[in-house]
């Protein structure tokens, strides 16, 4: 018993050890980006079992995949003359919204239509209800010289505590219509916080431009709420900021975290809100329908494009391809309702963390049975987990799951070293093995169809293009018939290993099926990849294959090159046209790359 508790005091210093080296190691920046998934893996949990419900005033009036469309069939190109927003403008307002929000940059002048440009300026004139957006950045002086934005526009903050604005500081800005910023102060800056992974958890309600900080467009929306700021009296020209990192809005207050960002309460995925695409309103205003559908009385009416092509996505915790308006939309509500996320204190779950391992350390070291120490242990850490869960959703606190974890398992392991030996899973073998063809050492048909669709989507958000080579071993069967299969299975091989040879590290060959293999090259036209295929077709023709020690024969390829996006927007099209040039090359006499007639 003496030496179980000798034990235990060894444990309780080397958690207050562990405690301090935690909080001054490098790697916090890695566990952060771990807890973030945990965040959203919350999140997601929440928002499918619909325990949270948006605020129903919000609505958002899509630029949409039809809209887009319409636009370019009757007015021939984007972006939309700009009098006909002050045609939808004037008819929403007979429909008596509280808040007409743009998530669009009004910028530069149309020479072509200086008329329209006037129009709307006047629009903002005329309506106080009516608010767009401005984007701050870092771009060169040398393009763009920073503009002087009207003083009007900024803010003053009452800081009390360690908040660090530098990450939303900026040197310079894309300044929209001059008119519309000498006409309202209804101007706010939709400068988002993405995390190092690039997911959007958070959004900033200042930014600080030439010594002045600026409002986000969608605390800016928030405050002209006449029932937020009937009830919270809230001064949309001076904030105070406490010494917790608490910003006061009014009676609410809302937590900002340590660059000065909110962490935002998710209600949904990538369509959450009302959606009105914005065609319905444009026929309404030019004469083609009567109304547009839809009670737009006392509504926050938010303007955005969901269109794909007008390239507005963000990747939230609760979707990969999220409207950037849906966004604001749900940073409005979160100021409303005032339910942003509250994160729990560092020390606090340092703490939390420490009690948690001397418990399973307690109960480790006390149990005989391994089965019985080891569910004990889990049980502990799961009723903590659960606990994270309710505080998030009943109380929109986030308690932190990673460092009590890691705490967990140091002591789970220190304890247990004493009595037993931990066998390791080797992940990495049970993956390659999973996603490997056993013969030819290749990457088999289940990664390959992966990582296309993984191409894909990055090609379709970075606008890159990558290229696809499909090939096929010529009279492969005949070379089994006279060879036999175990001479077969001999040039699979050796076609294989001169496959990765001839190609970059980056590229990726896989085994697509029978005699047939393919190459994925990231990052690479048409030209390259056919330059590449002509290469590997050349290789393969000018080695001999090694059958036996007294045997060899010549083998040769067809092959076949597609391109994304010129050959195919999907896997299916892209492999489609590969193997249609593969059997084009086939027709016309094996041995050679497939070219279209």
């Not at 919350?42 to 919000?58: A, E, G, Y």
């Not at 309506?127 to 870092?138: E, F, S, V």
């Not at 749900?330 to 948690?356: E, M, Q, R, Y």
């Not at 001169?498 to 190609?503: D, F, S």
């Amino acid at each position: 018993m003496l030496k179980k508790v000798l034990y235990f005091i060894w444990l309780v210093l080397f958690c207050i050890a562990t405690f301090f080296s935690l909080k001054n190691a490098n790697f916090n920046s890695f566990i952060d980006i771990i807890e973030n998934r945990t965040f959203d893996l919350r999140q997601n949990i929440l928002v499918n079992s619909n325990s949270k419900t948006h605020n129903k005033d919000i609505a958002i009036i899509a630029i949409d995949e039809a809209t887009y469309e319409y636009i370019l069939d009757k007015y021939g190109e984007w972006p939309l003359p700009r009098d006909v927003y002050v045609k939808i403008i004037d008819y929403l307002q007979t429909q008596n919204p509280q808040i007409i929000a743009f998530d669009l940059m009004f910028v530069k002048s149309f020479k072509s239509a200086p008329e329209a440009d006037e129009a709307l300026i006047n629009s903002f004139k005329k309506y106080k209800n009516i608010y767009t957006a401005m984007n701050l950045d870092n771009q060169d002086k040398d393009l763009r010289e920073p503009p002087i934005l009207p003083r009007t526009l900024a803010v003053s903050i009452e800081n009390y505590s360690d908040i660090d604005f530098s990450s939303l500081t900026f040197t310079n800005c894309r300044s929209i219509l001059e008119g519309i910023l000498n006409s309202t102060d209804n101007v706010g800056m939709i400068n988002v916080s993405r995390a190092e992974d690039g997911i959007l958890r958070k959004m900033p309600l200042f930014v600080k431009y030439q010594e002045n900080f600026y409002s986000e467009l969608g605390l800016k929306v928030a405050i002209a709420n006449k029932n937020l700021n009937s009830t919270d009296k809230i001064d949309d020209k001076n904030f105070k900021i406490d010494h917790k990192g608490n910003l006061y809005l009014g009676n609410k207050k809302i937590f900002l975290d340590k660059d000065g960002s909110a962490i935002l309460n998710w209600y949904g995925g990538t369509q959450t809100y009302d959606y009105i695409p914005m065609y319905k309103l444009i026929k309404v205003v030019n004469g083609e329908a009567k109304n547009a559908g839809y009670d737009f009385k006392n509504k926050i009416l938010y303007f955005g494009t969901t269109a794909s092509a007008l390239f507005d996505i963000k990747t939230t915790p609760t979707g990969r391809t999220v409207p950037g308006v849906e966004v604001q939309a749900t940073f409005v509500n979160n100021i409303l309702d005032n339910n942003f996320i509250t994160k729990a204190d560092k020390t606090f779950t340092i703490l939390t963390g420490i009690i948690l391992a001397l418990l399973i350390g307690y109960f480790v070291l006390g149990i005989s049975s391994a089965f019985t120490a080891s569910l004990a242990s889990v049980s502990i850490y799961l009723i903590y987990l659960l606990i994270s869960y309710f505080a998030m959703k009943h109380f929109n606190i986030w308690l932190e799951v990673i460092y009590p974890l890691i705490l967990s398992m140091t002591a789970f392991i220190s304890a247990f070293i004493v009595k037993y030996l931990i066998k390791s899973r080797d992940f990495e073998q049970q993956y390659k093995l999973a996603t490997t063809d056993g013969l030819t050492e290749l990457y088999n048909h289940r990664y390959f169809q992966e990582q296309m669709a993984m191409l894909v989507e990055n090609s379709k958000r970075y606008g890159t293009e990558f290229s696809l080579i499909i090939l096929d071993i010529d009279f492969f069967k005949k070379f089994n018939d006279t060879f036999g299969h175990q001479a077969g299975d001999t040039v699979l091989r050796q076609v294989a290993q001169t496959l990765k040879k001839n190609v970059r590290a980056t590229d990726i060959v896989c085994r697509y099926g029978g005699e047939e293999m393919s190459i994925i090259l990231p990052n690479t036209g048409k030209d390259e990849a056919f330059t590449t295929a002509e290469k590997i077709c050349q290789r393969i023709a000018s080695n001999k294959v090694k059958l036996s020690h007294d045997k060899e024969s010549q083998v040769t390829i067809s092959l076949g090159v597609s391109t994304y996006p010129h050959d195919g927007s999907t896997p299916s099209e892209l492999i489609s046209s590969a193997d249609k040039r593969l059997y084009l090359a086939k027709e016309n006499g094996r041995n050679q790359v497939g070219l279209e007639k």
